[in-house]
């Protein structure tokens, strides 16, 4: 039973709310948020949750059916409720839903925690304090899948990537297409600085002729297709093909070489708006390695690099509660400061496990095992060098761990120039601080002309910003 979708026109959380509690009250013949370990055990009989729950007793159950506030229910808005009844909360076989919002925390947190053998009924509880006061945010894939039997993993969303040598970029660039994602090397991003040319490939020709793919301009392999007579190739302007680019829409650069390889990875976001006016940075930050941890535990990852992608959302609700101008050199700097701070606290938490539970598979001849991860950012504190000496005596237990946030314009005021340039340095800022690059999304405008698209694109390659959206 899809849950009231009639009800657009109620202007408040507090009535949506009211509803689904009465629809509670009447399966369960008891008040709402009574009786959790009764509902956990129909889940558990109806074959809706997996056989994991039993690692649990029934007085554990009842205990930590006890710490659930239902009061935080009103942290979500309408929008967040909807899909907690209608996709994350598990329903019967008669499609009528079988728990709440705040007991589907729970029962993430504890299937996140299951593992645990020191203080586990704890570590619960915090899990299910920075999921149900929205400190941390996870995918939807876990919020609607993880501890239930029909929790297989999605495959994820792979794009269609062409290469930009490839002889086909031009028509593709011309197609209707809605995303067009295409590799863009770095050679041709210094080719189009010296207006130099750029050479694309049939490359049905190359795989048939060199049995290989080309990407490396530099390779061998590079070389030998251009000598080949049988591989047909075109030598084109680099910004005449440049402005082919900027001219087709929804054009997505990904300067990235390996840009697919971070595809699917587990994420999870800390929104900083809230975590900041409770003063739990440090709190928020450990308990949130600990909760990704155990999910990539709980689904049984075969990733010998336990790679996790923590992002931060709500920069721009922060800036604004600072009275820091969004556009200002004051706004990068408080960033580039945050956000070395909330890696040193993300590090410490995944030294921590490591200390526990070992380091992951592949820390052995790693960044992290020689120093050079801490030495590339320069990060020299007393502080640093105490956990850069630790790790290399206990490792760490996850291979990459930050993902800058995606930017795009949220205000409603024109992209000028100034603006998309600001939001260019401020993900630069957080950049020096994650493993993983985030994307961001410049806008064409009337405003703009085609050579300062241009100047801000290259200023996005050079900053080192992995993925450009062209909107």
Known sequence: MKVLEQTEERPHERAL????????????????????HHTVRKLLEAGLYGSWVNH????????????????RDQLLCIRQLRQYMNEFVTCNHYDWPMGLPQERLMLIAMAAMQQETVQRLQKV?????????GYVTLPDEVMAFLGKTFSQRQSASVPHLLDLLDIRIQSYLSSRVKEKHIRIPHTFMEQVKACGSWLVFNMEEVRREMNCSLHDVDSEAFHQAVANPAITHKKLSAIGLMKQ???????????????????????????LPRVMNGNTLAQVCAIQVRLLNGILDFWERKDRRREVRIEVAGW??????????????????????????????VIKASLQLAKEKGPYPQF????????????????????WQEISNEIKQYGIRNGKLRKASDTVNL??????????????????AQQQHTEIGGSITLEKSPLLETAELLQLLMKAWSSGIEEVRII
């Open 56 to 71: 649990y007793s029934a007085n554990e159950i009842k205990w930590l059916g006890l710490q659930i506030v239902p009061e």
């Open 245 to 271: 680019l900027l001219a087709s829409d929804g054009v997505v650069f990904h300067f990235e070489e390996d840009s697919q390889s971070d595809i699917g990875r587990l994420g999870s976001s800390i929104q």
């Open 411 to 428: 205000s409603e005021h024109p992209p000028t120039k100034h603006r998309q340039l600001s939001m260019i340095n401020r993900l630069a």
């Open 316 to 345: 721009e609700e922060l800036l604004a509660g600072q009275r820091i101008g969004l556009h200002s050199e004051q706004a990068v700097s408080f960033i580039e400061r945050l956000s070395e701070e909330i890696n040193l606290h």
């Open 364 to 383: 052995e001849g790693s960044c992290w095992q020689d120093g050079s991860y801490f030495e590339q950012r320069h990060y020299t504190s007393e502080a």
């Open 125 to 133: 509880r915090e899990a299910y304090w920075v999921l149900s006061k």
């Open 17 to 36: 709310l009211t509803i689904l509690y009465k629809q509670a009250e009447q399966l369960r013949k008891k008040p709402a948020y009574e009786g959790f």
